[in-house]
């Protein structure tokens, strides 16, 4: 069975009126995404990981390093779908069980964003900011390239990606502003919320 790649959750010029243009997703969903997703099914095709769900692929080929293109697409594909799923026009703050874990783990949540800028902005050339559940204990982490928290045994809530191609066109080389902007306008807290009640 391919794999294949979601509906985005929201129309393409849904977050046009906070800070992200239609073109953004023509090209970072219509050919970025759907490239990894082609490149994955290419890889796989004919072998044991064809049949595999996509987390199952994306634990398996990690710890193989003759399977690093697999790896590096198969999460992409994953943390993709992750961030369309972490955005939400007009995002606003966390609430419930959520706000109170927050504020619990960082000291506040105005802590919470502080950390998590800075791992955006830190993060050298490509990669995520995430949230996640350790254990019980909510923290901020960063990871090159297609790393993601799965690959470690770590519960994503919420994703950041800070790889060029997703912020140029709106921001061009203003990395700190799109990181932002993110906070301040298109955090789908309800996603974060469900996955955490989930871990």
């Given at each position: 069975m391919a794999f294949v790649q979601p509906p985005l959750p929201f129309e393409k010029d849904a977050l046009e009126p906070f800070g992200m243009k239609a073109e953004t997703f023509e090209y970072h969903y219509g050919k970025h995404h759907k490239a990894y997703v082609d490149k994955l099914n290419e890889l796989t095709e004919g072998t044991e990981l064809a049949d595999k769900s996509l987390e199952e692929v994306i634990k398996i080929s990690f710890q193989d390093s003759s399977k690093v293109g697999i790896f590096n697409n198969a999460a992409q594909v994953w943390n993709h779908t992750f961030f369309w799923n972490s955005l939400k026009p007009q995002g606003g703050t966390p609430t419930g069980d959520l706000a109170a874990k927050i504020d619990k783990d960082f000291g506040s949540f105005d802590k919470f964003k502080e950390e998590f800028s800075n791992a955006a902005a830190t993060q050298f050339g490509s990669g995520w900011s995430w949230l996640i559940d350790d254990g019980g204990t909510l923290k901020v982490i960063k990871t090159p390239n297609?790393?993601?928290?799965?690959?470690?045994?770590?519960?994503?809530?919420?994703?950041?990606?800070?790889?060029?191609?997703?912020?140029?066109?709106?921001?061009?080389?203003?990395?700190?502003?799109?990181?932002?902007?993110?906070?301040?306008?298109?955090?789908?807290?309800?996603?974060?919320?469900?996955?955490?009640?989930?871990?």
């Open positions: 297609a790393e993601n928290p799965l690959a470690h045994g770590k519960k994503a809530l919420l994703t950041l990606d800070v790889w060029e191609h997703a912020y140029y066109i709106d921001y061009k080389n203003a990395r700190p502003a799109f990181i932002k902007n993110f906070l301040e306008n298109l955090v789908n807290w309800d996603f974060a919320a469900e996955n955490l009640a989930k871990a």
